[in-house]
């Protein structure tokens, strides 16, 4: 009778790997999978740390469920790693009890009260690259009733979660190369974007907005960008420019440079005082800014680029994802440094630019005092 069910429970099983996208919504549809098949009640388990195993699934017995409670090793050297799960794990193979209540290898679990209705066992890994990544164990009431037929179905049943795991995986590789080509093409929009900007723009306040428009309009990545130079007449840094989602409350971040003060940490300070870019891919657990941190906020990432002029830091362009970015990438924060550059390199022009118009009124004013000496005819002349 069992291994007719099981057959309903293999079928059962390719159906929910066609259905679901998510593990863990897989491993439960197993384990129910499995109990609709004739099994008295079934787990996943998965690595936890320092070698146990924990549940991530299970479907049964209701109640005092066996072994649900109790923590698996796969460590060999301790009384919870001979049983079933810990050799499975560890071997790579079914292991296998026809006799539950007998086996020494139950004995720690039996000690407590744990098993009772159970005649057999089985265990069996969930293997990629031929490695285990966690294990099915699965008990029945009747002893010597797991024949090898039922087991060859039962590790079918497995290997085809291990193949849809493999795909999982393969999907999610696929998206996140997607979103970092994505990204890359973005930035490099942005880089060039940014560019135009710095050759467009006749003032340096001009410039900042048209920087920010370009990187927040830059593609779905970028969520929104934004300068704060330092106000020279204390520590804070005051906002320039602001463009994409959430712009209106950027400006109310305090941001100091003072690396003492409460606000002077996040990813601001660090990249000011040592100009170096800082990156944040998660900046809702990112313990540097939790001080600006809004639970109400959609979870992103953040980069913060300083801005320096003749070797001294001006400022800090801010680029903010629109999502969490989750990895390191070389080539985004390169192209996230050049963008700065370009835009040190602008502000540097307009400081030089003001400064040539500055040093031309001066020449002005004094030319204008020398005629005036020469002109005049006496000292109150002179003065006035």
């Not at 799960?85 to 004995?107: E, H, I, K, L, M």
């Not at 974007?193 to 907005?209: C, G, H, P, V, Y």
């Not at 204390?234 to 440079?257: D, E």
């Amino acid at each position: 009778m069992l291994q007719a069910e099981m057959y309903r429970a293999l079928s059962a099983t390719n159906e929910a790997i066609l259905k679901t996208i998510d593990p863990n919504d897989l491993f439960q549809r197993v384990c129910d999978a499995a109990v609709s098949g004739g099994f008295k009640s079934a787990r996943v388990l998965l690595p936890a740390e320092e070698g146990w195993l924990r549940v991530a699934a299970s479907s049964g017995t209701r109640g005092s469920e066996p072994l649900s409670d109790l923590r698996t090793s796969i460590d060999p050297t301790t009384v919870h790693g001979q049983g079933l799960a810990g050799t499975a794990f560890r071997s790579g193979q079914a292991s296998v009890s026809n006799d539950f209540q007998s086996d020494p290898r139950f004995r720690p679990w039996r000690a407590v009260g744990r098993g009772q209705g159970i005649g057999a066992a089985a265990a069996i890994p969930i293997l990629q690259d031929n490695k285990s990544v966690g294990v099915v164990l699965l008990f029945v009431r009747e002893p010597h009733s797991l024949t090898e037929e039922i087991v060859r179905l039962v590790e079918r049943m497995v290997e085809n979660v291990s193949f849809a795991l493999s795909n999982f995986a393969r999907e999610t590789q696929r998206k996140a190369a997607e979103r970092a080509l994505r990204r890359s093409s973005d930035m490099f929009a942005a880089l060039s974007s940014t560019n135009s900007a710095i050759l467009q723009a006749m003032t340096k306040e001009e410039m900042f907005q048209l920087v920010c428009s370009s990187v927040a309009k830059g593609g779905r990545s970028l969520g929104a960008a934004a300068i704060f130079l330092k106000d020279p007449r204390s520590h804070w840094l005051k906002l320039t420019a602001a463009s994409g989602n959430s712009a209106k409350t950027i400006g109310n971040m305090p941001l100091s440079i003072d690396a003492e003060h409460a606000f002077g940490g996040g990813l601001h300070g660090p990249a000011f005082r040592d100009q170096i870019i800082q990156i944040s891919y998660d900046t809702s657990v990112d313990p540097r800014t939790q001080p600006w941190y809004d639970s109400k906020a959609v979870a992103h990432g953040c980069a913060a680029v300083p801005l320096v002029i003749n070797g001294a830091s001006n400022g800090i362009l801010f680029f903010f994802f629109a999502r969490t970015s989750g990895r390191e990438d070389a080539e985004i924060t390169q192209l996230m440094s050049d963008i700065g550059k370009n835009v040190s390199f602008g502000l540097q022009m307009f400081e030089r630019e003001a400064q040539k118009e500055r040093i031309a009124r001066m020449f002005a004013a004094l030319s204008e005092t020398n005629e005036a000496i020469m002109r005049a005819s006496d000292r109150d002349e002179l003065f006035q």
